[in-house]
């Protein structure tokens, strides 16, 4: 099977009178259908870029792109905008057009120069729509939205143009915790069920890990690693690209830590829930919980409670709740009175 | 889901709104022509028409009607084209600089002494009077567009296209200043004079140059209702949809340039219409759909300025003045209405 995108041997950068700069260099990446790509790195690193000259937005340094096997600089503009549609970060406000008539817009590539929606328009509109989840934004105007409400919009307006791939730059960004996730998780949907290829870049590396069939990982020196989330967690790049200080990535909870000297060792007896937020209240304090082995004090946990109680270097003190656990550990460093 | 209703009714509303504010302009002045005698004269049936009242209709009236319904629609297009590809509501059909030009024009016609090369390049092709102050007015304006076009071309932002339109219309003004300054008092009056505008200087001659020019200008809107909703959401994702932006924004530009000079060039700078009328389209609508938009702005922009130039010349008062006196407030109340209706850039 062909590639939905495929690109080969591409550089991005910008180019000037006389002068270029690189940013990104010998990317032979692809994405198949129903697949989603998470691209992450840091700001600056050229995420942006990319996606704009994967959009054809702006003319590659080097090499080439394939869309749908096509080479894209031999597509027309209208061709081009069938087979690949994209969400940039800037969220335009547009006063006085329903959500209907935003998403609408997406139809542009399919229309005759009179503009008609024919009866087949208006289906694939309503259908691109109903995708995201957005029956009920249609009759509202699309200025008194939501970001995350307006994002579902773009995204529908992206399917209106009924592309192979979706291409989205940051769509995340300013939006909710929960908007986030139901984001992310639409474009996962759509992935599958729409038979997309979708790029997109976020910040939400945590969210990306646990989303993303593959990663496209942009590495300080002008590479793109890529590969499955949890290869990319195993080889280290993840930890590589991210590295800050202070912070380290800790691959058995596919999350970022604060890197602090710990004040002593701890463990926590007990399972469950209970025990788990236990623990992260001694790791706040900045304890380090080990399994098992020489520590400052043991914090026991009871199955279904917050009920606690510490012993160590001969003390013992209980409590009923979180806040009295995290006092009386903040207050007693290493334990003793 | 077609074009709702509300949007069809409006348009409707507003296309009888021209027909009744057309007639009207025919019947009022400083003679009551009534509208069955108006009609007769029009349709020509030579039913016991007063003779008087056909040279009133046939030579003023008529002419100065026509003008101020495709001036007021050209000036409301031209607002719109520009208000949607610079995605900014204060843009008007001066805002490259346009009107500025045209002032420059005319400015060396009427305000240099007889021996100006405007007046030489005017005496050669055998105008005088009023066609040399549309000749000026014409030529400073299709300068201003080419100037601006040509930097366009080159810059990618829209927003710095705008930014040299203005500062190219600041440079025009400021030698426009510098004429005035050196003046003599009666030149000076002619040049205030054109400063007032008039919807009642295009004779039945100029017709012909008149009226097809806007056409056409009017034309390209029409024609390119679907490029400019393509805009609405900037240029970026305009481009993402298969619009060609560079060319599109030299067709708008070219368009709304054209229709902006050749009106200031026949009626003078006339003020406020092309802002304001887009507003007032949309807030009725309720809808920035050019689909609707685009119609609407023609009948309303119609309407505005044979009514304002109804007011006028009853009163012998300067056009600008009604447009702004009388606009303004109009707006100001239908935009408090329905904050939803206002374009947000």
Known sequence: MTDALRTLELAVGYRGRGSQKVILEGLNLSVKQRELVCLLGSNGTGKSTLLRTLARIQPPIAGSIEITGVDAARLSRSELARRLGIVL???????????????????????????????????????A????????????????LSDGERQRLLIARALAQEPA??????PTAFLDVPSRVQVLGLLRRLARDE?????VSTHDLELALRMADTLWLVLANGKVHTGLPEDIILDGSLAEAFRGEHIRFAPEERAFRLEITPRGRAIVRGSGLYAVLAAAILEREGYEVVADGVCDFEVSISRDSSRWEIAGNGLRHTGENFASLAESVRKKPNGKA | MGIPRRESVVVAVLAVGLVLAFLMSLALGAVWIPLEEVASILLRNGLGENPESVVIIETVRLPRAITALLAGAALGIAGLQMQTLFRNPLADPFALGIASGASLGVALVVLTSGASAATIFGANLGLAGDALVTAGSIVGAAAALSVVLALSIRVESPATVLIMGLMFGYAAQAFTTVLVAGAEPAKLQDWVRWGFGSFGGVTWQQMPIFVPLIVVGLAVSVATTKQLNALLLGENYAGSMGLNVRRMRVV????????GGVVTAFCGPVAFLGVAIPHMCRALLGSSDHRTLVPATILMGGIVSLVAQTISSGRSLPLNAITSLIGAPFLVVVLMKNRRGVFTA
């Open chain 1, 165 to 170: 791939v979706l291409l989205l730059d940051e």
């Open chain 1, 129 to 144: 729509i109903h995708a995201v989840g957005a029956d009920h934004l249609s009759m509202r105007d699309s200025s008194s």
């Open chain 2, 252 to 259: 708008t530009m070219a368009g709304a340039s054209i229709l």
């Open chain 1, 89 to 127: 970060t800037e969220r335009p406000m547009v006063g006085a057009l329903s959500g209907y008539r935003l998403v609408e817009l997406g139809r542009y590539p399919h229309l005759n120069w009179a503009g008609r929606l024919s009866a087949n328009d208006h289906d694939v509109v309503k259908r």
């Open chain 1, 195 to 199: 038979n997309l290829a979708i790029v």
